[in-house]
């Protein structure tokens, strides 16, 4: 059976966005793109809210077309493009790029979504994140804590009612400075 892996940046103090949603903190370096790929490249589908959903559109689907882009960049691109994708929203009614809109999460499609032959599934966004957590849907979470503390702003895990105990599956310093985490569910 997939799993559901909750892939999210966050900074020291747990923020994944400042208030006005700005990410050009996170540290993506070709180091961190090349783990991320190799990661992304098993994985069976993309997982996103709204919000997030919106931000990979607008740049993802024409993104290698730049001559400046570095080839990890690229390789993104292409991966997620052809990734299979799911947004949850209950405003949109269609999106492109190989992506289905789900209205609400509905534990019994996602537990039929995770029985699908195929890789993991990637969850991103913390809003959705919280709901998955509250229904006990997210199996495994790579957290990469990047070395800034913000003070302030939208943080990862915004008291989502639930306790979960976590089992360190490992941990990777890279380069620039930012640390996977990797935990999962106990009896995951």
Same mark, same amino acid.
């Given at each position: 059976m997939r799993k559901i892996i909750l892939m999210m940046s966050v900074s020291l103090d747990g923020f994944f966005e400042t208030a006005d949603r700005d990410i050009?903190?996170? +540290?993506?370096? =070709?180091? +961190?793109?090349r783990h991320l790929n190799e990661q992304f490249r098993t994985m069976g589908a993309f997982m996103f809210?709204?919000?997030?959903?919106d931000l990979m559109a607008k740049y993802w689907p024409s993104a290698d077309q730049d001559p400046d882009l570095s080839a990890e960049?690229?390789?993104?691109?292409?991966?997620?493009r052809e990734m299979p994708?799911?947004?949850?929203?209950?405003?949109?009614?269609?999106?492109n790029w190989n992506?289905?809109?789900i209205h609400d999460v509905v534990p019994e499609q996602i537990a039929e979504l995770k029985a699908?032959?195929?890789g993991d599934i990637a969850l991103s966004g913390a809003n959705l994140a919280a709901t998955f957590m509250r229904h006990g849907l997210i199996d495994e979470?790579?957290?990469?804590?990047?070395?800034?503390? +913000?003070?302030?702003?939208?943080?990862?895990?915004?008291?989502? =009612?639930?306790?979960? =105990?976590?089992?360190?599956?490992?941990?990777?310093?890279f380069g620039n400075g930012v640390? !996977? !985490?990797?935990?999962?569910?106990d009896g995951a």
């Open positions: 050009s903190w996170h +540290l993506v370096d =070709d180091e +961190l793109l809210g709204r919000v997030t959903h960049m690229v390789e993104f691109a292409g991966i997620w994708k799911f947004v949850f929203s209950r405003t949109l009614t269609q999106a992506t289905t809109v699908q032959p195929g979470f790579r957290i990469l804590v990047h070395p800034v503390v +913000l003070g302030q702003g939208r943080p990862l895990f915004a008291a989502p =009612d639930v306790r979960m =105990d976590l089992r360190l599956k490992g941990t990777r310093t640390v !996977l !985490l990797h935990y999962s569910r």
